[in-house]
């Protein structure tokens, strides 16, 4: 007979996993209501009905709205500091280990415009979202003037400005892209993403180096702007 510790440690880790699987789907619920609806349409009754669970049961989960988006964010940035840790350990260029990550980083439905306009009115929404916001922001930006470290380090990326602003330049760019496409909405992002990165790329490759031929990675979307 199994005692009763054991019972208990087996209630509270299935307990566990119903509670994570519930906030995960509440969670993709969100996101595809803000894609469906937009972010202000989308009412926190619109986000339990498509999860299946009862109004009250949101706020268990998330304080508000906003709070989803910030839950995206980390998400997208765990994305990122697992890349950075690999390309660490990589000895592939850093340009060609970019290019693999597309694929990992748009997995969420970031390519969205509705997903994209969410973030920006929930930035503007409250003081709290903001604050945590700019906190995510600040990490973001940590973990981008690191791959531009490892980038200059190894000969890859320009060396005469400091990291921190190439990677400002780097950001300002996605966001810019973001917030343009956002506006229309169309089909064009994985190409405008490209075209502001081969232009880019110019100015941050080391001089005297031939031009890579890899297409511009959208590794940055998860965790814009």
């Not at 992002?189 to 880019?200: C, D, G």
Request: proline share 5%.
């Amino acid at each position: 007979m199994a005692s009763s510790t054991s019972l208990s440690g087996k209630n509270s880790s299935r307990r566990g996993r119903r509670s994570a699987e519930l906030r995960e789907r509440l969670f993709r619920a969100a996101l595809d209501q803000f894609g469906k609806k937009g972010f202000l349409e989308a009412t926190v009754e619109d986000i339990t009905n498509a999860a299946d669970v009862g109004k009250g049961t949101f706020f268990n989960y998330f304080p508000s709205k906003e709070h989803i988006l910030l839950a995206f964010g980390e998400l997208q940035l765990g994305k990122l500091q697992q890349a950075m840790d690999e390309a660490r350990k990589s000895s592939v260029p850093l340009p060609e280990f970019l290019r693999s990550l597309g694929a990992r980083m748009t997995e969420e439905p970031i390519q969205h415009p509705a997903i994209v306009r969410a973030f920006l009115q929930a930035f503007l929404s409250s003081s709290e979202v903001r604050s945590a916001m700019q906190d995510l922001q600040n990490r973001v930006l940590a973990l981008h003037s690191q791959m531009i470290q490892l980038g200059q380090e190894r000969g890859e990326i320009r060396d005469d400005l400091p990291p921190i602003e190439l990677a400002q330049v780097f950001r300002q760019t996605i966001f810019g892209t973001l917030l343009l496409w956002s506006l229309s909405g169309d089909g064009s992002l994985q190409e405008r993403i490209e075209t502001a990165f081969e232009v880019l790329w110019s100015g941050l490759r080391p001089p005297n180096t031939k031009k890579p031929t890899w297409v511009a990675p959208l590794f940055l979307l998860g965790v814009c702007p």
